[in-house]
Structures are given as C-alpha cells and as structure tokens.
C-alpha cells in the first residue's frame, strides 16, 4: 500500500467522505504514539484526541501503521523504532507525490528506471542484490541493482509484509484543527516496511552465522551452572527463578467469535460517559464494588507486572482500561461492549474474552494468563515481596533482585542492611505488620488521638480544630493500607507549623515510634497556594505533612511500667503486641480545604485525570494547596470561597472545575 493511498491523503477528483466529529479519525490505522521528548501531560492529551477523534490508539509498537511523535529525522525516527524492536527497511521514493497521468490512477515512478541510473553508476564489481518486495502478480520481481557491497546486510532481512509511516506530531494538532485528516506529505519523516531483525553481516553469510549463534547457545547452556555458582551470594543459589519464568510464554489470543454474533440480547444503554466519549476518570461515577470486579481485579495484577518491568506506557495504558470498566454500570458480557467504552481497545476486548472463556470452560472464576504471571512467576513474586517494602518502589526492587543478587527479606537483612536508607530499614523490621490492614474503628480511633493532641498543643484557638479522614477510608474501604488524617481551622496561626508541633506531642505519648518524613513547605510560603512552575509540575501535593509510623502504646499490664523509665530494670517489661501502623497527618489551612479533601480522597486514576482536566479545559493547575493560573503568570483561583463546611467547599471545587459532583463512595476508579 503506497502512502498515497493511506487515509488523510484523498485521491485526485475523489472528495473524502464526510465524517462525524468523533469519527474523524476512524478510517486510519493503528496509531503508535513515541514518548520521546514529549512530556507526561502532552503524551495525555494526545492520546485522549486521538480517541476522542476515533483514532485507534494501540501502545503495541508492532502492530502499528502511523506512528506520530516528536521527530523530525529520518536516522532518528529509523533509531525510535528499532529500539522498540521495529526493524524496517525504507521505501524507495517515498514522499514525492506524484502527478496523476489520469483522473482515476497516480502515475507510480518507475523502480526501473531508478535503478538502472544507479547500476549504470555502480561498480562493476557490486554484489547484485534483489531490491524488490513486490509480489511476483505486480511484475516486478525480477528488478535488480547493483549497491556497494557495505549495503548487503539487505540482503538477508525478511520482509514481513506491512508497512509503517512516521509523521511529526504536528500532523494530528493540524488535522483536529481543521476538522479533516490532513495529507501526510508535509509532515513526513519516514515510511518503510517492516523487516525481520537482520543476522548477518556483510563478510558472513547467513547459515554460517546461524551456526556460530547456535554454537553460543549450546556454550552458553553449559556454562549456565559455573554462572550461578559465582552470584554475590552463594546461599541464593537455591533455586533459578528464571528457568521457571512464566512470562517467557505469550498469552493466547482469543478473538469475537460467531457465537457472539449471534447473540441477540440487546445491550444495555449506553451510559453518558459512553456516549459522549469521557475520557477522564474525574468525570464518571465509579463505586467500590462494580459489576465487573472480578475481571478488574485480573487488570490489576497486569498492571503490576507493567510497573515491575519499568513500562509506564502500559501501567498508563491498564490505568485508564482499569478506570472505564470501574465505572461501567452492567456486567460486560460481550467483547463488543469494551470496545465501546472511552480509552478501550480490542486488547482489553481480547483479555475479557479469554477472561470469559476460562470463566465459562471451568465454571469457576474466570482469569487471565498474564495476570497468572504475578503469582506463579518466581521472579515477579520476589520483586512484589520487594516492592512491599515501605521506602522500595518497582525500580528499587529490580535493582535488590537483580543488582544485588537478593531473594528474600533475609537477604537484605543480612547482606545489604546498611546500605538501605532508614526508612527502608523501618519498612522491612514492621515488614508484616505494615501489610496487615487497618480497620475503620482502628482508622476513626486514631484520627482521635491525633485530633486530641492538636487541640492539646493549640489550647487558645477560639474553635477546635477539625479532623477529617481521607484516602481509603473516605471512599467506604473496610481496610485500608495507611491512615490518612487532614487536620483544618479557620484561623491560619493555628494551623501555622501546626505539624511539628503534633508529632513532639505524639512522640513524647509513645504513639508515634518513627517520624519516616516530616514537611513544612506550606508553612515556609505563609500558607499559600504553591506557586506555578512548569519545571516542578509533577508534584501534586505541597501541604505541611508527617508520614510517621504509628503504635498504640495502651495494651494489657502496660500500666505496670512508665515508657520513660530507662532504668535497667525497665528491660524486663513486657514487649507492646500492638501492630505498626502507617499514618500520614496532612495540614490544611481553611482557605483552599476543599481541594485538600478532594486531592487526598480520589484514588491514584481520578487524581492523575483530574490535574488533566484542570489543564485541558481550564488550563489551570490543581494541587492540594490550591488552584493557579497558567496563562496569567500563576494567579490564584478561588473556587470554594462560598462554602460555610469543608463539604460545601469541597462540592464547589468539583463543580465549578466542570467534573460535577460525585460523592467519595463514586471515586473508585482504583
């Protein structure tokens, strides 16, 4: 297929169809988006037009036919794709459009003659290589040339049969602009078709290189045990997780079948967000518990093992699938209805119906084979062990897996305890109890005792400061993982340094054991909203804050001895049973309440949309201190200063940003 031909470039004296505004886009193809010099929030926002115009977004880089980016080189782009794994080999003449010799055929410039000007030029002793990719049907099979003998590696790349275009992302901007595909020409970098990576070189023939690459293999193979013997650690060489890797076995393809063709249910109505093609969580209704749980729950282990392979794009990608089937409203029961559904593809569709037909062949729960990967893969299950630890993200745990030879928490605690940082450390001495989850009695009780302590260190406010719970338990989690706590009060001296004095206060009660992090950053700016800087807009939350380690010092007999007795005899008491917690106390000054609550309830997806959409409609910046300008060099915007409660400012806040109200129960978009 000639580019001339490709959606967006309309043959001479044919009119392109028209298109609805959100089927703009429907006719082309699969649309890979390079992240390369491109920033987080413009990566989101093209994606979202993309889909919003009817593009067909895939973020698997192979399957692909248009592939936009910020490039404008072709040795770049060619260097773009193939660090992907996409070999290509380049399309002779590509981008001269040529004039049409009739009304309903362009005139296609001759191979022929190309390439008889160049082996009229060519040395006479060049290695004659076959050049042609057409099909012997096109009558050009038997076209060849003369290349230097430096350019014969092309003779031993395969090609595939599909063809890839990289255009500058300019030409998606311009298109939306003005409402139709634009023709590709002016913003071309480059076109080829795909190749097999190449195996030879050009002083090595084929199947002598294919016996050397065999002969490693074999060499390798036997040296496999000697290599394991000389890890950091011999004790670790128990066993070789890899040899048992799950993930080197690709996942069954399972496409609609004519059965659900046949079915004649009717589908249930679309819902608004549906419809109206919402792409940003922050704007749909998703409840704790929804009609299709159970697969949400295989998309998240997906989702893990996309963290712990340092793939963004795809946790990207399976945040925003996990987002829309949280809010869908009906069990799904055909693979039609994802499709449908904003930011879903047939990949997603493709999950659901091998999760439906495991599901329906075993008459138990259904699941997913990559998703299986998490729990039966031994190196995933180390890195998630890992990764549990308080202080240790996806990065840090395939460096302790795979730099340091780690296997277990032993290991660390024996070979690598003081190269850990001390919060690190912290993490893994409460290992198991900082797992275990903490009730809503238990979350309610400390949020007393906090609150206790903060009226205790401000006994001349007029009013007693307010606590409200957030995070998990906002949104009606029965267990939550840590306890978030916002204190509040109308009168900014109060809540002035108001956090350092809270944790000496708890500290000195024994509640608090650590303080992991301690912040003043609000305080420092007298309370006000953060100012705007595009530099450091990846932070969203700049309150005053305390992430500490929490344990009930009250337990049984516990009366019998004073805490603070460091007598020798004071050894002897009994050891607090009480579990560790992870508790973080926020403070908030009364003026910007409403977007403290709300940056501190949604879940991880609602507030990623909801910064998106702050920018997309408003172009503002939302962060839990406050709302700025962008274009009005960072002017602060008061959207809650009609509200008498904390609920009333919280509710302004989402209404006047244009996502509507929702209570925190609806936020769940996981």
Request: aromatic fraction near 6%; charged fraction near 25%.
């Amino acid at each position: 297929m000639d580019i001339n031909t490709l959606p967006g470039n309309p043959l001479p004296n044919n009119k392109s169809p028209e298109v609805t505004h959100y089927e703009m886009l429907s006719s082309m193809p699969s649309i890979f988006i390079l992240p390369t010099h491109m920033p987080l929030h413009i990566l989101h926002e093209s994606e979202a037009k993309l889909v919003k115009y009817g593009g067909s977004l895939t973020y698997d880089i192979g399957e692909a036919g248009l592939i936009l980016g910020k490039v404008s080189h072709k040795k770049r782009a060619v260097l773009e794709l193939r660090s992907r794994g996409l070999w290509t080999e380049e399309i002779l003449e590509i981008g001269k459009f040529p004039k049409t010799t009739s009304d309903s055929h362009p005139e296609i410039p001759s191979k022929r003659q190309k390439l008889s000007h160049e082996q009229s030029a060519g040395n006479a002793s060049s290695e004659i290589v076959d050049l042609c990719t057409d099909s012997e049907e096109e009558g050009n099979s038997e076209v060849k040339a003369q290349i230097d003998p430096s350019e014969a590696i092309l003779s031993t790349t395969v090609d595939i049969g599909h063809k890839v275009t990289v255009l500058r992302l300019d030409w998606l901007v311009q298109s939306i602009k003005n409402g139709e595909p634009l023709p590709m020409s002016p913003f071309l970098v480059y076109h080829g078709r795909k190749i097999a990576a190449p195996l030879a070189t050009p002083s090595q023939p084929v199947t002598i290189v294919a016996d050397q690459i065999k002969q490693r293999a074999i060499e390798d193979a036997a040296k496999r045990p000697a290599i394991e013997k000389q890890t950091i650690h011999p004790r670790r060489s128990r066993q070789d997780p890899e040899k048992h890797s799950s993930q080197r076995h690709p996942p069954v393809l399972y496409r609609e079948t004519t059965s659900e063709n046949d079915d004649t249910t009717p589908l249930p109505p679309q819902p608004d967000w549906v419809r109206d093609h919402v792409v940003y969580a922050c704007m749909r209704s998703a409840p704790l518990h929804p009609p299709n749980e159970e697969f949400i729950l295989q998309l998240l282990k997906i989702r893990r093992i996309r963290q712990f392979t340092l793939d963004d794009i795809g946790v990207r990608a399976y945040s925003t699938f996990i987002a829309a089937m949280a809010a869908y409203p009906y069990l799904v029961k055909r693979s039609s209805e994802i499709t449908a559904l904003p930011g879903c593809d047939v990949k997603l569709a493709n999950l659901f119906a091998e999760f439906q037909h495991h599901k329906s062949s075993t008459n138990e729960e259904g699941f997913v084979s990559a998703a299986q990967a998490l729990e039966t893969d031994p190196i995933l299950r180390i890195l998630t062990i890992f990764n549990d630890i308080w202080g240790v993200g996806p990065k840090t745990a395939r460096d302790f897996y795979y730099s340091r030879g780690w296997r277990d928490l032993d290991d660390i605690v024996e070979f690598g305890w003081n190269s850990l940082s001390r919060v690190q450390q912290i993490g893994v001495k409460f290992y198991d109890e900082l797992q275990q989850g903490v009730s809503r009695m238990e979350s309610e009780s400390i949020a007393g005792i906090v609150r206790q302590h903060a009226n205790a260190v401000r006994p001349d406010a007029d009013q007693p400061i307010g606590a409200i719970l957030v995070g998990g338990y906002r949104r009606g989690k029965e267990s939550s993982g840590d306890v978030d706590l916002i204190l509040t009060h109308r009168d900014e001296s109060v809540t002035r340094n108001l956090v350092v004095d809270i944790v000496a206060s708890l500290e000195k009660a024994h509640y608090i054991t650590h303080t992991l992090s301690l912040h003043v950053a609000s305080t420092h700016r007298e309370q006000q909203t953060r100012p705007f800087s595009a530099e450091d807009g990846h932070h969203f939350d700049t309150l005053d804050k305390a992430l500490v380690v929490w344990q009930d010092p009250n337990f049984e007999n516990s009366e019998d001895h004073d805490p603070s007795d460091s007598t020798e005899g004071a050894s002897n008491h009994k050891k607090n049973p009480n579990p560790h917690r992870r508790v973080d106390i926020v403070i908030s000054p009364w003026r910007t309440i409403g977007c403290a609550v709300l940056g501190w309830t949604g879940d991880t997806t609602f507030q990623r949309d909801l910064r998106r959409y702050a920018k997309k409609a408003h172009d503002w910046k939302f962060d839990s201190s406050g709302i700025r300008e962008r274009t009005t060099g960072g002017q602060v915007v008061d959207l809650e200063h009609d509200g008498d409660t904390w609920q009333q400012r919280e509710k302004l806040v989402m209404e006047r940003l244009g996502i509507g109200w929702r209570p925190p129960e609806q936020r769940c978009s996981r």
